[in-house]
């Protein structure tokens, strides 16, 4: 996962994400993401088994001042595909090809947290369950995506 690492390129970007430098060289040639800058995330934990990270509710709001419902998709997408791609591991990547919520209760302020559990880690198939809470540790929502392990081409 290394090749073609240009220390630096996205070493502010990493940072400010909470990525553990450790992970630098394998996310250093592309970043998080521009929607994880954008939508603010912040990981806490990463490991395939689990991975937390928090986001923002001020600035990921639909017309009634809630947490969009997207918004706690694009974390449980986020968490669940870092987890499988770090299961992946050199040489593979991970694909998404099913991601389903339920959301339980709403939050018009404060943070989110995700903490992402591996349901299933296999040769191929991933599947990670992710429950979205507020700040007292209250269930906002319940996500689960299944990733496809591929080879890199090349």
């Known amino acids: 996962m290394t090749d073609n690492f240009t220390p630096g390129a996205f070493a502010e970007e990493l940072a400010a994400a909470g990525i553990p430098d450790h992970m630098h060289a394998w996310l250093g040639r592309f970043g998080v993401g521009a ?3 954008k939508m ?3 990981f806490l934990e990463m490991s395939p088994e689990r991975t937390v990270a928090t986001m923002p509710v001020e600035g990921n709001t639909q017309v009634a001042g809630i947490l969009h419902g997207g918004a706690h998709v694009v974390l449980a997408e986020t968490l669940g595909s870092f987890a499988a791609g770090m299961h992946a591991g050199p040489g593979r990547h991970a ?3 099913e991601v389903n919520a339920t959301h339980h209760r709403s939050i018009a302020k404060g943070l989110v947290t995700g903490t992402c559990t591996a349901i299933h880690l296999g040769r191929t198939l991933t599947t990670h369950e992710i429950v979205m809470t507020d700040g007292q540790g209250r269930r906002l929502s319940t ?3 299944t990733n496809m392990l591929r080879d890199n081409a090349g």
Do not use: K, M, N, P
Request: glycine share 16%; no cysteine.
């Open 95 to 97: 694909v998404g090809i």
């Open 40 to 42: 603010g995330i912040h």
């Open 35 to 37: 929607l994880v800058v």
């Open 143 to 145: 996500a689960r995506i």
